[in-house]
């Protein structure tokens, strides 16, 4: 059975730091990309990072750059995301996804290309 599983989050405050983890199991995992999202309180879930599947390629969103470092080991079928200045905007529920290619795609940050997710692990940055 394809999972993947989130964990790392909590409650922290703002200028804080966490550190997600999400590991894969039932699915081939080094061969592609993955990536973290985070679907804020009301809004649409929409991409927050993206490695390819060899690690030589990163991409950030803008609200998360020079904070946020994604990183993934493949021999241990597990994708981090340290996150360092964190905000109250920030706040969110943050799920992992494998895409279906070996590269992040020009739309990486839309749902489209991505096949499997995990249910997600809360973050919760207070003011």
């Known amino acids: 059975q394809a999972q993947m599983v989130e964990s790392g989050g909590g409650l922290v405050q703002a200028g804080g730091s966490l550190r997600l983890s999400c590991t894969a199991s039932?699915?081939?995992?080094?061969?592609?990309?993955v990536a973290w999202f985070r679907q804020a309180p009301g809004k649409e879930r929409e991409g927050v990072s993206c490695i390819n599947y060899s690690s030589s390629r990163t991409y950030y969103a803008d609200s998360v750059k020079g904070r946020f470092t994604i990183s993934r080991d493949n021999a241990k079928n597990t994708l981090y995301l340290q996150m360092n200045s964190l905000k109250p905007e920030d706040t969110g529920m943050f799920f992992c996804?494998?895409?279906?290619?070996?590269?992040?795609?020009?739309?990486?940050?839309?749902?489209?290309?991505?096949?499997?997710w995990g249910q997600g692990t809360q973050v919760t940055v207070s003011s």
């Open positions: 996804a494998r895409a279906t290619s070996t590269q992040c795609s020009l739309s990486w940050r839309s749902e489209v290309d991505f096949r499997y």
């Open positions: 039932g699915l081939n995992f080094d061969a592609y990309a």
